[in-house]
């Protein structure tokens, strides 16, 4: 299963406590989840996206 991800829905990821919260139990999967977000709307061959679909 995928779901549509933005640059807003991964923002908002980004204030989530767990992406910035130290030692949160999730910390490390949701930093992964929206680093991978973004990778895929910014990747390396230049070619920005609106929206990419991401596992949830």
Known sequence: MTVP???Q???????DR???QPGH???????????TGWQGL?????AARPMVWVRP
């Not at 139990?25 to 680093?35: P, Y």
């Open 42 to 46: 910014y990747p390396a061959d230049g």
């Open 18 to 20: 767990r992406y910035w």
């Open 25 to 35: 139990s999730e910390r490390q999967a949701w930093s992964d989840w929206v680093t």
């Open 9 to 15: 829905d991964l923002r908002e990821a980004m204030r």
């Open 5 to 7: 991800v933005t640059e």
